[in-house]
Every structure is written in structure tokens, then in C-alpha cells.
């Protein structure tokens, strides 16, 4: 399983991003798919997941702002972040959990940046 993600860049307080992560690979071994992100000098943090059977979570400092999309036919994952806010500034990343092991792949991490 490969992950290539894409979207970041630089919006103001308020604005819109959409984050999106193609996928390839074994693409049937995998259950959930997810957004974490990471600010330097703290760990990577959950922001949302989806099973394959539809089920979403969400960290609680993005509920009503973030909404993640999964679409198994073009095999990609989206992130679609409204009402972005200062203290959302970090490195996106996307990832995939396969049904057995478990095992977890993660794309590179894009970059996101919020002006005040």
C-alpha cells in the first residue's frame, strides 16, 4: 500500500482546505483510513479516521469544522477542513490500516498553515 497525499498550503483564519490522498496497492487489505497531523515537538495527533464500513471520528478540536470523505472507487481519502484556525498549523498526514497485522502506512506529510 502506497499513500501520496496532497492539498496543503497557506489560508488565513477562517478559510477553507482540502486535503486529498491517493491510494494504491493492496487497496482491498484496508480498513480504516485517516487524517493525523504533527506541530514540531509534540506527537502525532488524530485528527480523523473512517472505517471502510463508513464509521468516522474526529478529534474533538476539529468536530464541525473537518469532514473526512472516502471514495473506494477513485481509492482516495479527503479531508475537507472549513473554519481553519491558527492552532490547526502542522503537517498533515494521511494513513491506511490493513484489516490483518494490524499495520499502518502513512503518506508523506503536507504541510498546513493558518494565518491569524
Known amino acids: 500500500v502506497q499513500l501520496q497525499a496532497s492539498g496543503g498550503g497557506l489560508v488565513q483564519a477562517g478559510g477553507s482546505l482540502r486535503l486529498s490522498c491517493a491510494v494504491s496497492?493492496?487497496?482491498?487489505?484496508?480498513?480504516?483510513m485517516g487524517w493525523y497531523r504533527q506541530v514540531p515537538g509534540k506527537e502525532r495527533e488524530l485528527v480523523a479516521i473512517?472505517?471502510?464500513?463508513?464509521?468516522?471520528n474526529y478529534a474533538q478540536s476539529v468536530k464541525g469544522r473537518f469532514t473526512i470523505s472516502r471514495d473506494t472507487v477513485k481509492n482516495t481519502v479527503s479531508l475537507q477542513m472549513d473554519s481553519l484556525k491558527p492552532e490547526d498549523t502542522a503537517v498533515y498526514y494521511c494513513?491506511?490500516?490493513?484489516?490483518?497485522?494490524?499495520?499502518?502506512?502513512w503518506g508523506q506529510g503536507t504541510q498546513v498553515t493558518v494565518s491569524s
Open positions: 496497492g493492496l487497496i482491498l487489505s484496508i480498513n480504516i
Open positions: 473512517q472505517t471502510r464500513g463508513g464509521i468516522t
Open positions: 494513513s491506511a490500516t490493513t484489516y490483518t497485522g494490524p499495520r499502518t502506512v
